[in-house]
């Protein structure tokens, strides 16, 4: 599975965006999806987790309440709809698939996109 992440940008503290995670491989559905992050200095950490049927998430304690994994396997695309931002959120978003979610192991990485929240 090869996985492109995008909907990155700028925004300020208090608003939203919407990454994207597009899959490109036969068996997309068949793989738990993703999202991590990265902020400067930092090490990547989990945020987010969603079964294959879609059913079942996990959130990171930090964004519960604000982010929303969703995915659409007619579409081969995963998302992350990212409420209340904080200047804390910003960092290198990125999304995996498959293996250890919640340990930051998966089997598939896709490649980054920045978000940036101004305070």
């Known amino acids: 599975v090869q996985l492109q992440a995008s909907g990155g940008g700028l925004v300020q503290a208090g608003g939203s965006l919407r990454l994207s995670c597009a899959a490109y491989?036969?068996?997309?559905?068949?793989?738990?999806m993703g999202w991590f992050r990265q902020a400067p200095g930092k090490e990547r950490e989990f945020v987010a987790a969603?079964?294959?049927?879609?059913?079942?998430?996990d959130y990171a304690d930090s964004v519960k309440g604000r982010f929303t994994i969703s995915r659409d396997n007619a579409k081969n695309t995963a998302y992350l709809q990212m409420d209340s931002l904080k200047p804390e959120d910003t960092a290198v978003y990125y999304c995996?698939?498959?293996?250890?979610?919640?340990?930051?192991?998966?089997?598939?990485w896709g490649q980054g996109t920045l978000v940036t929240v101004s305070s």
């Open positions: 995996g698939s498959g293996g250890r979610l919640r340990a930051g192991v998966p089997d598939y």
């Open positions: 491989g036969r068996t997309f559905s068949s793989y738990r």
């Open positions: 969603i079964s294959w049927t879609g059913d079942s998430t």
